[in-house]
């Protein structure tokens, strides 16, 4: 049996615009029925351009995005309907890591007290109960005791967020969301990252879903892979089918970009044109406006999902 940790149906996420943005008050529509499993122990990465709706999935996953209609399901529990007993131990299973670990920390505080206060807001442990898991924690992620006492400008970039793994740690988290977790450090120490990352879920059993548009880190990290487009998930797979035989249009043209790393040999597909206004979603398939594959029928009725293998997955009129 396929132990589910997470279960999205039919997802629905839209709000309007403020004065000045597009007008103002013009309905986004940011997620538009995606529904999806995440495995307990798995890394799920979803992909896409910026703009598709991939950080406004991820953070309505976790309950800090309100949807409009829909189901997340944590461990079988709606967390859309949790009362506030469930949803305080909901938050303390999921945990998140940003992508600006220069901001995600607080400048005055130091290490010690970022590490406690997760600690002492949740869990009625004791002082020493607490230092003792701080102290685990920050050895976790590769730092030394010394550093607790330090602030966070004493820190690099790289080290910054090791800390702040480290305060998704604390609580024991069984869900991680990892939005962009290394494209705000130097390419040297992305790698380090990454691998830290790698060897945290295997020591856990920790589930993650992982925000990228970075397809080196997907193929390096993810099992699974969601490519996502106007708020849609175009297509699904393993990350070996997602790379090795890509079959929507629009994953063709995000790897067609970095051939090294899919090792697709095919000429490049080019996207035509920019991501239409999440505001005003194109009729048919929503990505017929810049599909050069685009034929009648893909004006006029959005695609269903064909099946190419029990876990891939495609939204497109070619498979049927
Ligand atoms: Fe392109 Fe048509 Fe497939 Fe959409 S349904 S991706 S427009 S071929």
Do not use: W
């Amino acid at each position: 049996m396929i132990d589910n940790l997470l279960e999205i149906k039919d997802l629905y996420v839209e709000y309007k615009t403020n004065k000045g943005i597009l007008g103002g008050n013009q309905i986004i529509h940011a997620v538009n029925g995606v529904s999806i499993n995440i495995k307990r122990g798995e890394i799920l990465a979803i992909a896409g351009e910026s703009g598709c709706g991939k950080s406004t999935l991820a953070k309505a996953i976790i309950k800090l995005e309100p949807t409009k209609s829909g189901q997340i399901n944590f461990k079988q529990h709606n967390i859309l309907t949790m009362n506030k007993k469930e949803l305080k131990n909901f938050r303390k299973s999921t945990q998140m890591v940003f992508q600006n670990p220069y901001s995600s920390l607080n400048p005055k505080m130091k290490i010690i007290d970022t590490l406690k206060e997760p600690l002492l807001i949740n869990t009625e442990y004791s002082q020493k109960e607490i230092l003792k898991i701080i102290k685990e924690k920050i050895k976790k992620v590769g730092l030394s005791e010394e550093c607790l006492e330090l602030y966070p400008h004493e820190f690099s970039g790289g080290q910054r967020q090791r800390i702040a793994i480290a305060r998704a740690l604390v609580l024991n988290p069984e869900f991680i969301l990892a939005d962009e977790p290394v494209s705000a450090l130097d390419v040297s120490i992305q790698a380090q990252i990454i691998n830290l990352l790698k060897e945290l879920k295997e020591d856990f059993n920790l589930t993650f879903v992982l925000i990228t548009h970075d397809m080196s880190v997907i193929k390096y990290l993810a099992d699974r892979v969601a490519i996502m487009y106007l708020g849609e998930i175009v297509e699904i797979g393993t990350t070996e089918e997602i790379f090795k035989s890509p079959k929507h249009p629009y994953t063709q043209a995000l790897l067609s970009a970095v051939p090294q790393i899919s090792g697709i040999k095919s000429e490049r597909t080019i996207l035509q044109g920019d991501l239409p206004s999440p505001s005003d979603l194109p009729k048919g398939c929503k990505f017929h406006t810049r599909c050069s594959k685009c034929f009648e029928r893909c004006a006029e009725q959005n695609p269903s999902y064909i099946k190419i293998s029990e876990s891939h997955k495609v939204k497109c009129h070619l498979y049927i």
